[in-house]
């Protein structure tokens, strides 16, 4: 009788051999072909959560797939370890965000290891310590030599409670995330990386990334979002002038008024000697500052009582301030076209200005424009004079020639992007290693006083960054002469702190970020996994900073990541408490489904702690989220099912571009067929014969589950696996079921490593499977000797035949005809037609 597999004995047992031997270290020097198998390594929040098990349960696969053929495969694991929780933590609980992230780091690298990932341990990292971080600061002062970085004032959102800068996610509805207070706009002095130098780089390197996903690219694109205009000058009834850029010169005559930031020259000369205009350009300041956010507020203006000549003799336009104009896009000021610019239209709407069409919407060609929203397709000027008939890019081209002809304007380019901010006013974070000097300004930091350690006795009971608070770290000497100084107490982004991180797994000297030999010998990372969330900022700047690194001479790379794949996220059920009269916050009224009771009829209650029974209601299925209290903690999954169950689970349900529900049942599937696994392989063996048909099967298997792992369709691998456990199951005894079993262990080894290992032991095959090489294929078997035939009466299907491959006309219909399926169908009937389209259909007419 065949025991159960002991899931938790076997895993902890092959997971203490797998780290005595250092399976999975990595060799520089190694002379086989080398893959880097990496997912984006995880930020410490507490404990590990069933997305992070599928993520790195791809890579994983991947990983120990690689190495059974013929790789050296680097799977590294550290930890984005800098940001704002661990201070958020801070203040919340009275500890230091030092120790609460180190505590998080343990907890979860201990929930990691007990899911057998064939991970590189002896190259952990966390972007927290000064052994990373140092090395951080070393290369932003590289940067600074070459001039790629620089400070500017630029626009942040203040909380003035707070005080703090706050990154555009945690200002909701105007108002910091955290204090409530209305958020302001305020310049403070930044720091800057030059990202927009290597625009078009970024732009023409994605035409390389054939093994990225077109949507990502397209994102990227549009982010950097490249745009050819004219740039040109209004003159204004004062006497002065405002420059203007625009994409759709084509659209000049449909004009109807200019629109300057809050920020600009002309509002800010305004607003010294107009109180309604001052009072304005302070509300614009408790607005968004990006792009995204403008597009969603409401659109406001202040009529500046100035007028623009148009340059084509069109008449006079309003100037008004406006909120929606960003200073740092184009020139700080645009003009509007109210019929073919969605935004313009709602601002005309509001104030009650013209909207005049001069783009046709097929028979649409009257300047009348009286549509419910702008029109921004495609068609040929009209209501513009000499542009008349024109499409739109003959038009802009026309408008271009005559404005450079004229002296008035010329032919542009600008980009979405902007420079990178990388100033952060708060203390977890890499200290940015410049020195403020009255005398000599902003110098660097000697090398040889790298890394600039940030202080341990910091409190967080007063709002503000604590370094600028601390009474000791910031003052210092200057480096060039000597007098008294301050260090810069912002600290970076923490983007910088990912942006690198790939190439310090590959190489870790000491004295230096990374080894450019040893790096470049990895580089770049063979497949990239993780959340398509990071589609945009991460991998840009992870992009941007390999060819700054390159652009500097440490590093001869340019594109990071050569495969990326973004997989779909793991969600749940929600559930809320049923509490009509509730008037607290929303938030409170989610309910952990580990916290649920089932009552009568299986509906589903909380009990409190005096044993009320409230109701549940149920929610969407979403996105697993600490916020939602709809996570599942994998460690009392891993306790009852063990680790392989879990690792088939999230490869087995959907494909893995795909959301994966979790469910009790899916599990417990996948409990199931590790199971059945293990039966087999302890079958008795010592079967005589050749099974042909099983042969061919496992042949085929071998040969699609490897290419299933090569496109990462790993639901494919689990299902021909699946396919192939059946067919052994039903295949009587005999050599080719014992070799099928045998090779079964190798094929499973990268999915559910622990029960392969447990068998290979079992079966006195020496070492590892980890070890082991992936099975070889006869390509002879192939090729199929034999066909599956439908076999039809008078159109409809009645039986199905395995035929040898080839079969000539005739044999294939005395084949069907001798069929019993086909004589109880035929009744006794004579054929009068016989239809064979050979190695496919035999079509009886009777």
């Keep these: 009788m065949a025991t159960r597999f002991n899931a938790l004995k076997a895993d902890a047992h092959w997971q203490r051999v797998w780290d005595d031997a250092s399976t999975f270290a990595a060799r520089d020097d190694s002379p086989k072909p080398k893959s880097y198998v990496l997912e984006m390594f995880p930020y410490p929040s507490g404990k590990i959560h069933m997305g992070h098990v599928r993520n790195y349960t791809m890579g994983d696969v991947l990983a120990r797939y690689r190495r059974m053929t013929g790789h050296e495969v680097l799977h590294p694991m550290g930890w984005d370890a800098f940001g704002m929780p661990a201070e958020n933590a801070a203040m919340e609980r009275g500890v230091h965000p030092g120790s609460w992230t180190r505590a998080n780091i343990a907890t979860m690298k201990a929930q990691l290891k007990r899911l057998g990932f064939a991970l590189d341990w002896s190259r952990e990292l966390a972007t927290c310590e000064p052994e990373y971080y140092g090395h951080e600061q070393a290369l932003f002062l590289d940067f600074l030599k070459a001039g790629l970085v620089y400070r500017k004032e630029s626009a942040v959102n203040w909380d003035p409670v707070d005080m703090t800068v706050l990154a555009n996610e945690q200002v909701i509805d105007g108002r910091g995330w955290r204090s409530g207070a209305l958020v302001e706009k305020r310049k403070l002095s930044q720091w800057f990386l030059k990202i927009t130098q290597f625009a078009d780089e970024l732009i023409e390197g994605l035409g390389s990334l054939d093994q990225w996903p077109d949507k990502v ?47 600009h020259p002309i509002a800010q000369g305004l607003a010294a000697c107009d109180p309604a205009a001052a009072a304005f350009v302070e509300r614009c300041k408790q607005g968004g500052t990006t792009a995204a956010e403008l597009e969603t507020q409401e659109k406001l203006g202040y009529d500046t009582g100035l007028t623009a000549t148009h340059p084509f003799g069109a008449g006079e336009l309003p100037v008004f301030i406006a909120n929606f104009v960003l200073m740092d896009y184009g020139t700080g000021a645009v003009f509007g076209v ?383 696996l699946y396919e192939l456990v059946t067919a052994i199951e039903k295949a009587a005894p005999s050599g080719s079921r014992d070799a099928a079993i045998a090779t079964l262990m190798r094929l499973v080894a990268p999915m559910a490593p622990h029960i392969a290992e447990e068998a290979w032991a079992a079966h006195g095959s020496g070492g590892l499977i980890a070890d082991a090489d992936w099975p070889a294929v006869d390509a002879a078997l192939l090729v199929e000797d034999e066909v599956t035939i439908a076999v039809q009466v008078n159109g409809k299907l009645r039986d199905t035949l395995t035929l040898a491959k080839g079969l000539d006309r005739q044999e294939a219909e005395s084949a069907a005809l001798a069929s019993e399926k086909i004589v109880r169908a035929l009744e006794g009937k004579t054929p009068r037609k016989v239809i064979v389209v050979p190695d496919r259909l035999v079509n009886i007419v009777a």
């Design 338 to 720: 109210p019929a073919h610019d969605q935004r313009d239209f709602d601002f005309a709407t509001k104030y009650a200005l013209p909207i005049r069409r001069v783009v046709a919407e097929g028979e649409k060609t009257d300047a009348a424009f009286h549509d419910d929203a702008a029109y921004s397709g495609p068609g040929k000027l009209v209501n513009s004079h000499f542009l008349d008939g024109l499409d739109i890019d003959a038009a802009k081209r026309e408008v271009i020639r005559r404005a450079e002809a004229g002296g008035w304007g010329q032919g542009a380019t600008v980009y979405r992007l902007r420079d990178w901010g990388v100033s952060r006013q708060r203390y977890w974070g890499t200290p940015i290693p410049i020195i403020h000097c009255a005398t000599c300004g902003e110098v660097p930091v000697p090398r040889a006083q790298l890394p600039v350690t940030l202080p341990e006795d910091v409190t967080f009971d007063v709002p503000g960054n604590p370094l600028d608070r601390h009474p000791t770290w910031k003052h210092v000497a200057c480096p060039s002469c000597g007098g008294d100084a301050l260090r810069d107490t912002d600290t970076l982004d923490t983007f910088a702190d990912s942006s690198w991180y790939f190439i310090r797994f590959a190489s870790q000297p000491d004295d230096k970020p990374f080894d450019r030999a040893v790096a470049e010998s990895w580089l770049p990372v063979g497949q990239y996994i993780g959340g398509v969330e990071h589609a945009i900022l991460h991998l840009l700047y992870a992009r941007f900073w390999t060819r700054a690194l390159r652009h500097v001479g440490l590093i001869d790379v340019a594109e990071p990541f050569t495969g990326l794949f973004t997989q779909g996220m793991v969600t749940h059920e929600t559930y809320q408490l049923d509490l009509p009269d509730y008037d607290g916050p929303a938030s409170a009224l989610w309910v952990s489904p580990a916290d649920l009771t089932v009552g009568e009829e299986g509906k589903l209650f909380f009990r409190t702690e005096d044993a009320t029974m409230i109701p549940i209601v149920r929610g969407r299925v979403e996105k697993m989220s600490k916020s939602k209290k709809n996570t599942v903690d994998p460690e009392p999954i891993v306790d009852q099912y063990g680790a392989d169950a879990v690792r088939w689970f999230m490869l087995s349900d959907s494909p893995p571009e795909r959301d994966l529900e979790w469910s009790e049942n899916g599990i417990e599937g996948a409990w199931r067929f590790v199971q059945r696994l293990w039966r087999l392989f302890e079958a008795e063996k010592g079967g005589e014969g050749v099974d042909a048909a099983l042969d061919r099967k496992l042949h085929r298997t071998i040969a699609d589950v490897a290419a299933a792992i090569e496109a990462l369709s790993f639901n494919k691998a689990v299902a021909r």
């Design 217 to 263: 690219r397209l994102m990227q694109e549009n982010w950097i979002g490249k745009s050819q205009g004219l740039q040109f000058r209004f003159a204004l009834s004062d006497g002065g002038s405002v420059e203007v850029f625009t994409t759709r010169p084509d659209t000049m005559f449909g004009a109807s008024f200019v629109a300057v930031a809050a920020d």
